[in-house]
């Protein structure tokens, strides 16, 4: 089991950076691939970025490529979401999640996570 609790979001003008913690508990937390979904209103949760559990390999969705960072900290179980440059349409809830993708092709698809955190609310004023 892995618990998974999301911290960071909030309200910044658009061109502002936020940066997203969400820090894991549980027996295996430090060796499980970590990424961070989004989901504005109406709209599925989609892809934005992951990162396996040694943090040498990372993945970004197009839309967020060159503006946001994702990095891990093992020691202290945390991963990291800096998000830099950004823009209204970023505003979303924004989902912590950690999973085993056995396929780096795979990191980008929901169903290979299993553990969910509760979301943080991201919004991006104009």
């Known amino acids: 089991q892995v618990q998974l609790v999301e911290s960071g979001g909030g309200l910044v003008q658009a061109g502002g950076s936020l940066r997203l913690s969400c820090a894991a508990s549980?027996?295996?937390?430090?060796?499980?691939?970590m990424g961070w979904f989004r989901q504005a209103p109406g709209k599925e949760r989609d892809f934005v970025a992951a990162i396996n559990w040694t943090g040498d390999s990372t993945y970004y969705a197009d839309t967020v490529k060159g503006r946001f960072t994702i990095s891990r900290d093992n020691a202290k179980n945390t991963v990291y979401l800096q998000m830099n440059s950004l823009k209204p349409e970023d505003t979303a809830v924004y989902y912590c999640a950690a999973g085993n993708p056995r396929r780096s092709s795979w990191y980008g698809i929901r169903r290979e996570y299993d553990y969910w955190g509760q979301g943080t609310q991201v919004t991006v004023s104009s």
């Open positions: 549980g027996r295996t937390a430090s060796s499980v691939a």
